[in-house]
């Protein structure tokens, strides 16, 4: 049975499944600026070409803010699983990565991404012969997979959108193996947001209004019982993620205190961790 929608979950669908519809948007302060920008995002929050043209079209809307596929260190034959898969395009860099003895399970709760993530497999498949790959529809906090099943977890600018941060590192503790590990990229705060920032909705699906301050995200990934935790800052992505000439990115740094950038209260942090 499918669990309850929070508000924020709606609202986050609601978001999301117009970005998959148009075929693009921005996981920055624009929180949607078209599919045109797409390469150009990927490739400032450490997407290279060489991995983007291994991608069936569509695949990169332009949403992630760093690259945890490439410092996963994925092997051949690993089970690995990415939170919020959007469109696949980190599931299908994994996949070719982990090859035909391994799988990739992608999750996200938006049926329209799905969708699109469904079409874009069967490209995947036809291209590259690799039939490696499932997208589960759910919830990250309530994850879809048994425990102890998976031996990498990825995910992209996800997180922060989920309205209990804490219970997704729980599920995440829950379905590594022991010694399996995490990857995961994502916007984090480096002091609180103004009161304006974190009421907006544009925020809240641009990825910012919902980011944990760096001490909770500390606090989280230790009650659930991961170990090793690494948080290695990627503040070049924030500025990269910021389209300019953009009404939704002058909406947003109107809501913050004059002379200030998004960068000055936000980063994205490739968080790294282990299972014991
Ligand atoms: C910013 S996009 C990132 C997509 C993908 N990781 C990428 O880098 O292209 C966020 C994705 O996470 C999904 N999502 C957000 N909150 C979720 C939740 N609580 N459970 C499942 N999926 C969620 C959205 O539907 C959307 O597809």
């Known amino acids: 049975m499918e669990p309850t929608a929070h508000p924020t979950h709606l609202k986050i669908q609601d978001a999301y499944g117009k970005i998959a519809s148009l075929g693009g948007g921005c996981c920055g302060p624009s929180g949607c600026c078209g599919g045109a920008r797409a390469g150009e995002i990927a490739q400032g929050?450490?997407?290279?070409?060489?991995?983007?043209?291994?991608?069936?079209?569509?695949?990169?809307?332009?949403?992630?803010?760093?690259?945890?596929?490439?410092?996963?260190e994925l092997k051949a034959g690993e089970v690995v699983l990415d939170l919020g898969s959007g469109a696949g395009l980190?599931?299908?860099?994994?996949?070719?990565?982990?090859?035909p003895e391994g799988h990739v399970h992608g999750v996200d709760m938006t049926r329209e991404m799905l969708?699109?993530?469904?079409?874009?497999?069967?490209?995947?498949r036809r291209r590259t012969g690799l039939d490696n790959?499932?997208?589960?529809?759910?919830?990250?906090?309530?994850?879809?997979?048994?425990?102890?099943?998976?031996?990498?977890?990825?995910?992209?600018?996800?997180?922060?959108?989920?309205?209990?941060?804490?219970?997704?590192?729980?599920?995440?503790?829950?379905?590594?193996k022991p010694g399996g590990r995490v990857s995961i990229?994502?916007?984090?705060?480096?002091?609180?947001?103004?009161?304006?920032?974190?009421?907006?909705?544009?925020?809240?699906?641009?990825?910012?209004?919902?980011?944990?301050?760096?001490?909770?995200?500390?606090?989280?990934?230790?009650?659930?019982?991961?170990?090793?935790?690494?948080?290695?800052?990627?503040?070049?992505?924030?500025?990269?993620?910021?389209?300019?000439e953009d009404p939704m990115t002058d909406h947003l740094l109107g809501l913050l205190p004059e002379g200030t950038r998004p960068s000055d209260y936000i980063t994205s942090l490739i968080i790294s961790a282990r299972k014991p």
């Open 133 to 176: 790959v499932t997208f589960h529809q759910g919830q990250i906090e309530a994850i879809p997979l048994p425990d102890a099943s998976v031996d990498v977890v990825l995910s992209n600018c996800v997180l922060n959108l989920s309205p209990d941060q804490g219970r997704v590192w729980r599920e995440i503790a829950r379905v590594l």
């Open 115 to 124: 969708a699109k993530a469904r079409h874009n497999a069967a490209e995947f």
């Open 185 to 244: 990229s994502d916007m984090v705060l480096l002091r609180p947001l103004p009161e304006a920032v974190r009421e907006s909705v544009e925020a809240l699906v641009g990825c910012i209004a919902g980011a944990a301050l760096l001490e909770d995200l500390h606090r989280m990934v230790s009650a659930s019982g991961l170990v090793d935790q690494t948080f290695t800052p990627k503040g070049e992505a924030v500025e990269a993620m910021l389209p300019v």
């Open 90 to 99: 980190d599931v299908f860099l994994a996949a070719q990565r982990v090859g």
């Open 45 to 72: 929050v450490g997407y290279s070409d060489a991995e983007l043209a291994t991608l069936p079209e569509g695949a990169n809307l332009g949403l992630s803010c760093g690259n945890p596929t490439a410092l996963a």
